[in-house]
């Protein structure tokens, strides 16, 4: 592979030598001196820090896209993936966790560029199904990428995959095995990611709650369609008669996945349950301190319990979201009717398996 100069569309980074960039390559720049930043944890997605830094205070021929950058301040090296002159003298620096390595090349066997069918039958076999998988990545990776520990056990699956990237397939088999997808260091972790954090009793979570609640996401009368199995697709229904609401609310969701009737019979009460639930997400602005205090991050659960005459809000809730910023601190939580979560793909809701599905966010599949 030959080495190329360094990329910049504002700069000319032609000046640096050969030698320079590729010393540059294996020596992360040091971003210290920053104008504004903001961290964002998405569940299932890649990490990604953007910061604001004054021209004047760095040698602008050093920075340039796919540069390795070290933030101090907490602790994060990442890759450089988009520069944005925002004014004459700011600009802001868009950093991706190292991981973002996986999002260059195409998921393919040898060189062969196919549609490819990833079938799981042994569910112990899922560290061997993954470590296939990790090993044709890591032909062209500037590390040596490893499985985590503990790699669960899981359902059988089967479905196909087209000119995906390696991230992209990561993200399909955790959706297709109910599990999360994460990235620490140099290794990518499979399962349920978080931890229950207990709130201490004189802690206020937020300064801002915001709730949206939605009758497009609700239903009492579920149907569930999978694949064509001798001509006809599969399919199951439930239903409940005693609501909260005055009118009958029915919904259809469908999966090409679902292979079978044992396969859509196994998720039709537990989809019944989450639709059959008036309950708001929440978008909370909190402090940053207390984003630190507890070590929030997308996955963990907490168990909310309002705090305010006007707000009535309470139950267990899963951070899917957590922006820690200069200016402002949010996180984004989804409610569980039972306090127990199974994981899911935030972008991409269809996972029937986890069963935690809103139904304007499908897509369903026909």
């Known amino acids: 592979m030959v080495l190329s100069q360094p990329v910049s569309f504002l700069y000319n980074a032609q000046q640096a030598s050969f030698s320079l960039e590729r010393n540059n390559l294996n020596r992360p720049l040091i971003l210290r001196e920053l104008v504004s930043w903001r961290i964002k944890d998405s569940l299932n997605k890649l990490l990604e820090v953007t910061v604001v830094i004054v021209k004047n205070n760095v040698q602008l021929s050093d920075i340039y896209v796919e540069r390795a950058v070290l933030v101090p301040a907490f602790g994060f090296d990442g890759i450089i993936t988009s520069l944005v002159d925002i004014h004459d003298d700011?600009?802001?620096?868009?950093?991706?966790?190292?991981?973002?390595?996986?999002?260059?090349?195409?998921?393919?066997?040898?060189?062969?560029?196919?549609?490819?069918?990833?079938?799981?039958?042994?569910?112990?076999?899922?560290?061997?199904?993954?470590?296939?998988?990790?090993?044709?990545?890591?032909?062209?990776?500037?590390?040596?990428?490893?499985?985590?520990?503990?790699?669960?056990?899981?359902?059988?699956?089967?479905?196909?995959v087209k000119w995906k990237s390696y991230y992209e397939i990561f993200r399909l088999v955790a959706k297709n095995s109910a599990n999360d997808v994460w990235f620490e260091g140099k290794k990518v972790f499979f399962g349920t990611k978080g931890k229950q954090i207990f709130l201490e009793t004189d802690d206020r979570i937020y300064k801002k709650l915001q709730t949206k609640l939605d009758l497009d996401v609700y239903g009492n009368?579920?149907?569930?369609?999978?694949?064509?199995?001798?001509?006809?697709?599969?399919?199951?229904?439930?239903?409940?008669?005693?609501?909260?609401?005055?009118?009958?609310?029915?919904?259809?969701?469908?999966?090409?996945?679902?292979?079978?009737?044992?396969?859509?019979?196994?998720?039709?009460?537990?989809?019944?349950?989450?639709?059959?639930?008036?309950?708001?997400?929440?978008?909370?602005?909190?402090?940053?301190?207390?984003?630190?205090?507890?070590?929030?991050?997308?996955?963990?659960?907490?168990?909310?319990?309002?705090?305010?005459?006007?707000?009535?809000?309470?139950?267990?809730?899963?951070?899917?979201?957590?922006?820690?910023?200069?200016?402002?601190?949010?996180?984004?939580?989804?409610?569980?009717?039972?306090?127990?979560?199974?994981?899911?793909?935030?972008?991409?809701?269809?996972?029937?398996?986890?069963?935690?599905?809103?139904?304007?966010d499908l897509e369903l599949n026909s």
């Open 90 to 160: 700011t600009l802001e620096i868009t950093i991706m966790e190292k991981a973002w390595h996986f999002t260059r090349r195409l998921y393919k066997i040898g060189d062969s560029l196919k549609e490819y069918n990833l079938v799981l039958v042994d569910p112990s076999s899922l560290t061997v199904f993954l470590q296939a998988i990790l090993d044709s990545a890591n032909t062209d990776m500037p590390f040596t990428w490893t499985l985590g520990d503990d790699i669960p056990a899981t359902s059988d699956f089967d479905f196909d």
């Open 221 to 360: 009368i579920v149907h569930v369609v999978g694949a064509k199995v001798g001509g006809v697709n599969v399919h199951a229904n439930a239903s409940n008669t005693v609501t909260d609401l005055q009118f009958t609310y029915e919904r259809v969701v469908s999966n090409n996945n679902l292979k079978d009737q044992a396969a859509v019979d196994g998720v039709i009460d537990r989809l019944l349950t989450e639709f059959d639930t008036i309950a708001p997400d929440l978008t909370i602005d909190i402090n940053q301190s207390t984003i630190h205090k507890y070590d929030m991050k997308s996955g963990d659960i907490i168990k909310i319990i309002s705090n305010s005459p006007t707000q009535k809000v309470k139950g267990f809730f899963r951070l899917i979201n957590v922006i820690i910023g200069s200016s402002k601190s949010s996180i984004k939580l989804q409610f569980s009717k039972t306090g127990q979560f199974l994981p899911r793909i935030t972008d991409s809701l269809d996972i029937l398996s986890a069963a935690l599905i809103k139904i304007h």
